[in-house]
């Protein structure tokens, strides 16, 4: 069994990397909340986009990664190479291809999603841009299955430190035009963005190379494409794939349902995500823990020790949002200045950051526990649990945004409704379903 202690060692170097992290969505929604609100409502629906597309690489690499904890619990270190090896190849491959039709439909499909032509075209030009960052962050995200899956967890610390230090100097300098830049508003964010993913991969690569074994681990296994593992990883990896990519594109149906209702409204809605990302980020990094102990549990066959982890994990995520939840509501205004300096904007959010905080006391379990269930290998089982609330919540976004176009704090009341059904549904997946026996 693991000790408060153990799971704090693996989760810490991950919350703080995701911290570090999300710096470049909190300063890229400060610096141009200060710029106007149609460039604010752009870098949301295209951040949005990006991350639709991104998930798709972080679903196969989440795969990758209970495979490699699976095979790190068994010893078989040798077999952790070839997964990365063959993620890496696929995710390139994969990036160009999603390069290429966002770069030639982007502004037909952005034409049919948003009904402002304002944002709209700054939308696309931010994403023409910020597409490139394609190539470095989907390589990325297979050296954080790597570390995430052999526990060594620190180096994701110093690598999204780095990452958050470049974004914040160039959105300095690109965003306003300080240091003899030219103002470049919008396209400076883009920019300054993939800069900081470039600076990223190219410390992955230099650290991987002069403090991992990379005997011990397989990782000078390069050769030829091998199918055969491909498919294997994909056998996982398919379902958390399609899991991320559906899951964010409802997130994004909520951004365009706000968007109809208004400019001001779509400013806010992107107010409160940087928040609402920001506050998730405990949960996500003990839930990625999550998934990575229970695996590695299992693989050492002590699968009767995987209910009680997830328990202890999730009591320790719901008192730290406990926590992060009463100190946000205490000092709302405060926290929405950090991201705007207009009254207005400031004003219209206060409520949100009630109903947020709310629905992220029910995440702080719900997402550790469904986590938990990715981690026992069954992606399928997962999507399902997923799909099925998702289904719900896009009925409901439906219905209070584009039809009855009901105040932001409402439509966010969404958050309530998905977490509780993904804490129930999994919940009584790892209760009654047939898990114990799976082989990955």
Not at 26 to 42: I, K, M, P, Q, S
Not at 112 to 126: C, E, K, P, R
Not at 177 to 189: C, E, I, Q, Y
Not at 335 to 364: F, K, Q, W
Request: with cysteine.
């Amino acid at each position: 069994m693991y000790t408060n202690k153990q799971i704090w060692n693996v989760s810490y170097p991950i919350f703080l990397s995701l911290l570090a992290q999300n710096i470049i969505n909190v300063t890229n929604t400060a610096f141009l909340g200060r710029v106007g609100e149609v460039e604010l409502g752009a870098s949301a629906l295209g951040g949005l986009f990006y991350i639709c597309c991104f998930t798709i690489a972080f679903g196969f690499s989440t795969g990758s990664q209970i495979m490699i904890a699976r095979r790190n619990g068994e010893e078989e270190h040798k077999q952790v190479g070839p997964v990365m090896i063959q993620g890496v190849f696929f995710l390139i491959i994969l990036a160009i291809i999603l390069f290429t039709l966002t770069r030639f439909f982007s502004s037909d499909i952005m034409h049919v999603l948003i009904s402002s032509d304002n944002i709209m075209n700054a939308t696309v030009d931010f994403l023409n841009i910020r597409i490139f960052g394609f190539f470095f962050s989907f390589a990325s995200v297979m050296f954080r299955a790597l570390f995430v899956g052999i526990t060594r967890t620190k180096v994701l610390t110093f690598n999204a430190i780095l990452m958050a230090i470049t974004n914040i100097i160039l959105d300095y300098l690109l965003i306003f035009g300080h240091g003899g830049f030219p103002a470049m508003g919008l396209k400076g964010a883009a920019i300054a963005s993939v800069a900081a993913e470039a600076i990223s991969i190219l410390f992955f690569v230099i650290y991987t190379r002069f403090t991992v074994d990379i005997q011990k681990y397989g990782l000078n296994q390069f050769g030829s494409f091998d199918f055969k593992l491909l498919k294997r990883i994909l056998s996982i990896s398919i379902f958390t794939m399609m899991q991320y990519f559906i899951s964010m594109s409802t997130f994004m149906l909520f951004f365009i349902a706000v968007e109809r209702i208004g400019q001001h409204e779509l400013a806010i809605a992107n107010i409160i995500r940087s928040i609402y990302i920001l506050l998730f980020i405990p949960v996500n990094s003990l839930a990625t823990t999550s998934n990575s102990l229970v695996s590695n549990t299992i693989g050492a066959g002590q699968i009767n020790m995987v209910i009680p982890i997830i328990k202890k994990i999730a009591r320790l995520s719901f008192f730290i949002m406990a926590l992060c939840a009463i100190i946000i509501c205490l000092i709302p205004q405060y926290v929405i200045s950090i991201y705007t300096n207009d009254p207005a904007l400031i004003a219209g959010s206060v409520a949100s950051v009630y109903v947020i905080a709310g629905a992220m006391l029910i995440c702080a379990v719900g997402n550790i526990v469904f986590n938990g269930v990715s981690g026992t290998g069954n992606t399928r089982s997962a999507l399902s649990i997923e799909v099925i609330i998702l289904i719900f919540y896009t009925i409901y976004i439906i219905i209070i945004g584009m039809y009855l176009k009901m105040p932001v704090h409402i439509c966010f009341t969404s958050e309530i409704i998905y977490y509780g059904g993904l804490l129930t549904l999994s919940a009584l997946y790892l209760k009654k379903g047939n898990w114990q026996s799976k082989r990955i």
